[in-house]
């Protein structure tokens, strides 16, 4: 059974810091990868989809990366502001016919002024 | 064009009452996801619909969840009797096609059972 697990849970940085989150994954049979933002009382907010056959994806100030063979996947934000606070998901996609998205339980980032 | 919608927003319900929570898909979206948030937690996938044909249930939690999608388009998410561990986030999503392709989600559906 896929689990998706995310580290860590928070993390509060001041503003204009580099982070990195991260994402790890049980089973690498995984069509793509998705990080999601949300913001309190939000829906879900799709930032970067890579698939399984890439490395990385940009946009923006943000990167994610992608190691299938590890589990493991990470979202780099370059130049922290504070409309950047939200909880951060990751999701793969599984790998049946149905398409259904797992996550992780998220990031809740906070970016101090 | 409009999005994901979904409605009510929120919604408050005594232990032991029926709610059913609405989703308007993307016009032309094949796939149709629902998932259930609850709070603190990333999502959890409860059903799927291609068109109108519900082919995985797996993740309702009981008999007391229900899904319908009759003509393929807007779905509906029944709860009866519902129980104080019922209350989280609903979330909808769809596909434009169907199997492993981008979902787009709605804003969701907070249901607090009192």
């Known amino acids: 059974k896929q689990e998706v697990t995310q580290i860590p849970a928070a993390l509060s940085v001041p503003e204009g810091e580099n982070l990195v989150l991260n994402c790890s994954f049980t089973?690498?049979?995984?069509?793509?990868l998705q990080w999601f933002r949300q913001d309190p009382g939000k829906g879900l907010t799709s930032l970067l989809l890579?698939?399984?056959?890439?490395r990385e994806q940009t946009s923006g100030r943000l990167n994610a990366s992608l190691d299938k063979s590890s589990g493991r996947s990470t979202l780099y934000i370059a130049a922290s502001q504070p409309g950047d606070s939200a909880t951060y998901l990751c999701a793969v996609l599984d790998s049946s016919n149905t398409g259904k998205l797992i996550f992780g339980q998220g990031t809740t980032l906070q970016v101090k002024p | 064009g409009a999005g994901v919608s979904q409605s009510p927003r929120y919604k408050v319900a005594k232990r032991g009452q029926d709610v059913a929570l609405r989703c308007d898909p993307i016009?032309?979206?094949?796939?149709l996801f629902w998932y259930q948030q609850a709070l603190g937690q990333g999502p959890e996938f409860l059903t799927y619909?291609?068109?109108?044909?519900?082919?995985?249930k797996s993740g309702l939690p009981s008999d007391r969840f229900f899904a319908e999608r009759p003509e393929g388009s807007v779905s509906t998410l029944k709860i009866q009797r519902t129980q104080q561990e019922d209350s989280a986030v609903y979330l909808c999503?769809?596909?434009?096609?169907?199997?492993?392709?981008?979902?787009?989600f709605g804003p969701g559906t907070r249901l607090t059972v009192t």
């Open positions: 016009s032309g979206h094949v796939s």
């Open positions: 999503a769809s596909s434009p096609r169907g199997g492993p392709y981008e979902q787009y």
């Open positions: 890579i698939q399984s056959s890439q």
């Open positions: 619909f291609q068109n109108e044909a519900q082919l995985d």
């Open positions: 089973d690498s049979a995984i069509y793509n």
